[in-house]
């Protein structure tokens, strides 16, 4: 759970640099950057030895979906809509989470629905939003992006518990390079190179993202979710959200003027999240 939390924290900054700092710069090749930079941190860790080719194959068509698909959808999302929303938007993950682990494990538990059920109640009720016009592609986009990531989280899951003896770091470059190759195609096909022009600032912040908030970040966010149980998972999805909000708004200045009912959403919806995980902890794998 430590793991989840550090995440949780650091992930929360991610927002709103991408948003202010990031704007102007191609979605798709911003994407494979921080991918690529990901992936060769992990390299030096990497052990192909410790596992059969075809377990390679499933983790580098994870990490396609987990990452690849979840972050081109994710960046391509801050087109259309300002960072706080992005992270309003990831309210569903959560959700994700829970019926995909209950698909897998063919039961139904309304314990694991209702937590993720109680956290997006949280994330709602913080910042609530009539969307309109082009923020609905910008929330489609979202809804891809949660679906990836949540599918994805439950699936390397489900392979950890099968594969205990292999260390994550030993394999997570494999994830990252299925990433890369996913997002390196979209960059492709889709970006557009020549506005693809960013300042020293912009750099230093795509390293940071890439090696950081991505790198370190997603594989803590894995090694944490291979321990907890569905329900811990599933309401930390949400639990960034009220700190990503936060830093948006007040760190970034997306709004320059916060409003008391502002304060009394976040404080209300993060008590909401805060529940939702305690009794996560509680609800059986």
């Not at 991505?214 to 803590?220: E, K």
């Not at 709004?255 to 009794?279: C, M, N, P, Q, Y």
Request: contains cysteine.
């Amino acid at each position: 759970m430590v793991y989840l939390i550090i995440v949780s924290c650091l992930w929360a900054f991610s927002f709103g640099l991408i948003g202010s700092r990031l704007s102007g710069l191609d979605s798709t090749i911003v994407a494979a950057v921080r991918l690529g930079l990901a992936c060769v941190c992990f390299v030096p860790f990497l052990r192909l030895m410790r596992i059969s080719w075809p377990n390679a194959c499933k983790l580098i068509a994870l990490g396609a979906l987990q990452f690849g698909v979840m972050y081109v959808a994710y960046i391509r999302a801050y087109s259309y809509l300002p960072s706080y929303l992005v992270a309003l938007f990831s309210v569903m993950t959560p959700l994700y989470v829970a019926v995909s682990h209950s698909i897998f494990e063919r039961t139904f538990r309304w314990q694991l629905l209702a937590c993720s059920a109680l956290s997006i109640l949280g994330a709602g009720v913080i910042k609530y939003a009539q969307p309109e016009g082009a923020i609905w592609v910008g929330f489609f986009l979202m809804q891809i992006a949660n679906v990836a990531f949540g599918l994805g989280q439950v699936l390397y899951k489900r392979w950890k518990q099968a594969h205990p003896d292999v260390g994550d770091s030993s394999v997570f470059a494999l994830m990252y390079f299925g990433a890369f190759l996913f997002s390196g195609a979209s960059a492709i096909v889709l970006g557009n190179w020549g506005h693809f022009q960013p300042t020293g600032e912009q750099i230093w912040v795509l390293v940071y993202l890439g090696v950081v908030a991505a790198g370190i970040g997603f594989f803590l966010w894995n090694k944490g979710a291979a321990i907890v149980n569905a329900g811990t998972l599933a309401a930390f999805n949400n639990a960034v959200v009220p700190l990503a909000m936060a830093t948006s708004l007040f760190v970034f200045g997306e709004i320059a003027e916060v409003s008391r009912d502002d304060l009394i959403k976040l404080t209300s919806g993060g008590s909401l999240i805060f529940v939702a995980i305690i009794w996560g902890r509680k609800t059986a794998s």
